[in-house]
């Protein structure tokens, strides 16, 4: 019989330095899932990836001094790897800028181009770079974008445009009789209400303006909108528009794609819009998660200098005191929160002592009273009933849980059975039975029923907490676990010898580690807003350093630059001679703050043309790596224009 497939997708990440706890949580949510489904028989599709191209990476790649290709590489790779920390076992990783995804996105968009749904036009209006998002006038409220909050930039420009509007009814109507496919349900309104009903305009699909993209190929002058280039990563991962196309037969559609819900919009009007132009079916369900905030209720976001890295987490708790935290504690499709002191609380509630303490118990008990051995089995008692029941019935229960996405309620019933053992092991008292000899049968019956309760649990969190249900695996000596062995409350060996390992989850000084968590974590914050030092350069003779013509100037005049938000042109005394400056300073000073400032200019160096613009001279300025913080060295009493500087 051929097995049942599933396809689940994370968002592909935009390639940015620090992924955080907050973006970490879509893919180990989806991870969970994937593991669980392939638990449960599935043949799945797990797929991640990268989102490469577009303004906002070529715009830090050339602030580098890197091609964006070198700079991907270096952020893909780190991503790779805080994935394989993480337990991710996801079965592909698509890059957008791997060649068959390209060439499958150029396809694409030339078909949409010659059924006539793509067409040329001019685009005039605002664009959101951070979120690579266009904006009309009326969206744009105070320049500002009304996803992120951040200023929007003007853009006009000659462009490709997609029919949207064509397709809206369709979409309408496809979205309201299927009431599963935007969840949760509020999310479903939001679009249909915000964005869909009140009529959409046709969409800009191709830049000009930089060239960091896929290629039109018809005309390359012009650059393919990076989220229809990412949108289309879901079939092109499977082959769509390749030279094999089985995966895509297998898999597509997707039974869910798993997302933030700032991406909403993206994935629940602009892609089944695409899906539709190209006669291909939706995929089946858009799952909007809500987002990690942080004490005092904000998103947790590199650009608000709030992050908690995962990194720093795991090496000191441990991936699974990580991955329990976001599963169980963010309430699926609302936003959660993060602070030190719940995650340590958590980790040592319910992993340190509900779990990792009835496991060495169990296991000490089983070492002291049978030398090691797990042993069978007797007559079995009404309490020992009551645990049974509830182990038979967990599996159901979880199942029916991750069915509906319901992460935190599956890992409830995992609990449940996790402290209803505790509770059996107060009710039977295996250490009083331990001292009396004709106890011994009974005493036989608790310690397997608490290992075979501890194996059923397992196979239950093996898909949230990998690690811990290899660790339980190995000190229980069970070498296979498989969901069709939940069935029945007798899956252990008796006889089995059991191996007492280390404490899985050690018991925590919580105050004391509330401390040491809170102070790690100002650390690594401080850490990745702290520009560090450039290196010191290669040394060089005096007679290197004399080549360079250092000279005082009056600034005359200063203007802004049209298109660039770093640069300002200059007009500057010098000795009488008058020159014109092109200056990347403008994030700090103001065009009328210069006026009249003596400055110093490096006078000897070769012109160049920046933007059109003649730039004899460079000002000196000192800098933070980053520029975020400049300031132009200025001479504080006022000296002959023209004075040297050595
Ligand atoms: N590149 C796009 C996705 C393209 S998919 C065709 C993108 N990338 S992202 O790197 O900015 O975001 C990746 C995921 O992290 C998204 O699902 C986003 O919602 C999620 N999160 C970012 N900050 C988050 C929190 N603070 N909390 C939870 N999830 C968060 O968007």
């Known amino acids: 019989m051929t097995k049942k497939t599933y396809y689940i997708t994370t968002p592909i990440y935009y390639p940015s330095a620090n992924l955080h706890i907050g973006n970490t949580y879509t893919t180990v949510a989806a991870d969970a899932i994937a593991r669980f489904k392939r638990l449960i028989g599935y043949d799945v599709m797990f797929l991640v990836g990268t989102d490469e191209h577009g303004q906002k990476i070529q715009t830090i790649a050339e602030e580098k001094g890197v091609t964006p290709k070198a700079y991907v590489d270096e952020i893909v790779a780190g991503i790779q790897n805080l994935w394989e920390m993480m337990d991710i076992s996801y079965d592909k990783f698509i890059r957008t800028t791997d060649d068959y995804h390209k060439k499958a996105v150029q396809k694409l968009f030339k078909q949409l181009y010659d059924q006539g749904d793509i067409y040329k036009g001019s685009y005039e209006g605002w664009y959101c770079t ?108 499977l082959g769509y528009n390749g030279e ?53 209720g904000v998103r947790m976001a590199k650009s608000r200098g709030n992050v908690v890295d995962p990194v720093v987490l795991v090496n000191h708790f441990g991936v699974d005191a990580v991955r329990y935290y976001l599963l169980h504690e963010i309430p699926f499709g609302s936003d959660g929160i993060f602070t030190s002191e719940i995650f340590i609380k958590k980790t040592n509630s319910d992993l340190a002592n509900d779990l990792g303490n009835l496991l060495s118990r169990t296991v000490t008990m089983i070492e002291k009273y049978f030398d090691g051995v797990i042993p069978v089995p007797k007559d079995i008692a009404d309490v020992d009933n009551e645990l049974i029941e509830i182990a038979l019935a967990a599996p ?88 069709d062995s939940l069935s029945s409350f007798n899956g252990t060996s008796a006889g089995t010898k059991v191996n007492k390992g280390e404490v899985m989850f050690p018991r925590i000084d919580v105050e004391a580690k509330i401390e040491e968590l809170n102070k790690l974590v100002e650390e690594t914050r401080k850490a990745a807003q702290k520009p560090t030092m450039e290196p010191v350069k290669e040394e060089i003779t005096i007679e290197d350093f004399e080549k360079i013509d250092m000279r005082v100037v009056k600034v005359l005049e200063c203007l802004p630059m049209k298109k660039s938000k770093k640069l300002l042109k200059l007009k500057v005394d010098l000795g009488g001679e008058i020159r014109q400056v092109v200056s990347g300073i403008a994030q700090n000073y103001k065009p009328e703050d210069l006026i009249g400032k003596y400055v110093v200019l490096v006078a000897n160096l070769k012109p160049v043309t920046l933007r059109g613009e003649l730039s004899q001279g460079m000002i000196i300025a000192a800098a933070t790596p980053d520029d975020s913080k400049l300031f132009a060295v200025s001479i504080p009493g006022e000296l002959p224009t023209g004075s040297t500087v050595r």
Request: aromatic letters at 12%; hydrophobic letters at 40%.
């Open 396 to 483: 159901g229960k979880v199942e029916k849980a991750i069915d509906e996405l319901k992460i935190p309620e599956a890992l409830d019933h995992v609990w449940a059975l996790i402290r209803r053992t505790n509770k059996y092991i107060d009710e039977t008292t295996p250490w009083i039975l331990g001292k009396d000899d004709s106890q011994k049968g009974r005493l036989g019956t608790v310690l397997y029923n608490l290992a075979e309760s501890l194996r059923m649990t397992s196979v239950l969190i093996s898909a949230f907490l990998p690690t811990t249900s290899g660790k339980i695996n190995a000190q229980l000596n069970v070498d296979k676990i498989t969901w």
């Open 130 to 237: 951070p979120c690579e998002s266009f904006w009309t006038e009326t969206q744009a409220v105070d320049g500002k974008c009304p996803d992120c909050g951040r200023p929007v930039e003007k853009a006009k420009e000659e462009a490709y445009f997609f029919k949207m509007s064509k397709y809206a009814d369709r979409l309408i109507a496809y979205i309201e009789s299927h009431p599963e496919f935007i969840q949760p349900e509020s999310r479903k309104n939001e679009m249909l209400n915000n964005f869909l009903r009140p009529g959409l305009q046709d969409l800009c699909v191709s830049r000009t303006t930089f060239n960091w993209g896929i290629p039109v190929e018809f005309d390359p002058g012009h650059v393919i909108y990076v989220w229809v280039d990412a949108l289309s990563n879901y079939i092109t991962a």
């Open 244 to 296: 094999d196309t089985s995966l895509y037969e297998k898999f597509w559609p997707a039974d869910v794609h798993l997302i933030g819900k700032d991406i909403l919009r993206f994935h629940t009007i602009y892609w089944p819009i695409m899906l539709m132009a190209l006669e291909l079916p939706l995929p089946k369900q858009v799952f909007g998660h809500g987002w990690l905030l942080v004490d005092g």
